[in-house]
């Protein structure tokens, strides 16, 4: 049964700052509050006529992995600038680098709407150049496209209001409160800003790296492409039901067994078998101290606390050509 969305609503402003499902946060947190339904402007039905995108590629001479970005333009300059992705005037001058961005550039912070926008700009670059910029959906894009604002900032919550092709004024919007409207009609599903992220995938393998928010462990191992699929048919607008990897605590956008400092190695050796991989790349966890690593170096955590809500150092993980911790400094 569809709430009340501007009780909702109402709700959820009330809770921006809890935490999600383990995820640290620097006050207490409150109850879970519902999240904010609102449907696709249109039904397009169950099918779904989006092209699959590349998700397995080989091993580049360079690769660099950046991880939860949460709404700090800032951080996220700084991380790119230390991977010598970027100059001072956000130009890529990575030539043939790749980046990887393992999800939740959303929530917690006010920038969310320029962040996506350098990297959809460094996305074309860095392919123009012999490169390429990954960018992977984590929880908080599949949150935010189901209408889940608990975590969104009074800045983010007006972040969308002059974004190019979001239209607020649609019938359905009238009974959201008007602070939010332009951030409902650009997340939703089939929103301006959901099909940018129904360009990206939830997993990527580059080399024998397997990269994801939370990790691929599990049964979901056998599902990589389904799960791709699943998230970005739901935030292109083509299916109204969200993918089971929004909600599973166990999935590739939730699980918290990679994150942990005890974390399950025998459950990430089995899955890094079954997929004929090396080592695994996660974001979504907090590590208080910088990037760590596990389970022999095949299990490494690259969330650092990037935004300044966290204020965790300016670190990214040099994949390849072998694993390097690589340390910058705030903007």
């Known amino acids: ?42 039904d397009a039905g169950d099918g779904c006529s989006l092209a699959s995108v590349p998700a397995r590629f080989p091993a580049p001479a360079r690769l660099v992995a950046i991880g939860d970005i949460h709404g700090d333009l800032a951080a996220a300059r700084a991380a790119l600038r230390t991977a010598g992705a970027i100059d001072e005037h956000d130009a890529w001058v990575g030539g043939a680098l790749w980046i990887v961005q393992t999800g939740d550039i959303l929530d917690r912070g006010d920038d969310e709407q320029a962040i996506v926008d350098l990297f959809s700009v460094l996305e074309s670059a860095a392919r123009a150049a012999g490169g390429n910029v990954i960018v992977l959906n984590g929880n908080h894009e599949l949150m935010n496209a189901s209408g889940d604002f608990r975590y969104v900032t009074p800045g983010g919550m007006r972040d969308f209001a002059d974004a190019p092709g979001v239209d607020a004024s649609a019938p359905e919007l009238a009974q959201v409160p008007e602070v939010a409207r332009a951030r409902v009609a650009a997340l939703r599903p089939g929103g301006a800003y959901a099909k940018k992220f129904a360009q990206h995938d939830a997993i990527a393998i580059v080399g024998d790296t ?5 990790g691929v462990l599990g049964d979901w191992v056998t599902h990589i492409d389904d799960t791709n699929r699943a998230a970005r048919c739901y935030l292109d607008g083509q299916t109204r039901t969200p993918p089971p990897a929004a909600t599973a605590n166990d999935g590739p956008l939730w699980t918290r067994i990679a994150g942990i400092p005890d974390a399950d190695c025998a459950a990430v050796k089995t899955a890094l078998a079954a997929m004929h991989l090396g080592r695994m790349v996660v974001g979504h966890t907090v590590q208080e101290h910088g990037i760590t690593s596990a389970c022999a170096d095949t299990l490494w955590r690259i969330d650092v606390g990037l935004a300044k809500l966290y204020n965790g150092p300016i670190q990214v993980l040099q994949v390849y050509p072998k694993p390097e911790i690589l340390t910058g400094k705030r903007l």
Do not use: E, K, N
Request: glycine letters at 2%.
């Open 1 to 42: 049964m569809r709430m009340d969305l501007r009780a909702a609503l109402a709700i959820a402003l009330t809770t921006i700052a809890a935490c999600d499902r383990g995820h640290p946060a620097p006050v207490p947190a409150p109850a879970p509050a519902p999240a904010l339904v609102v449907a696709p402007a249109a």
């Open 210 to 214: 397997v990269f994801s928010h939370a």
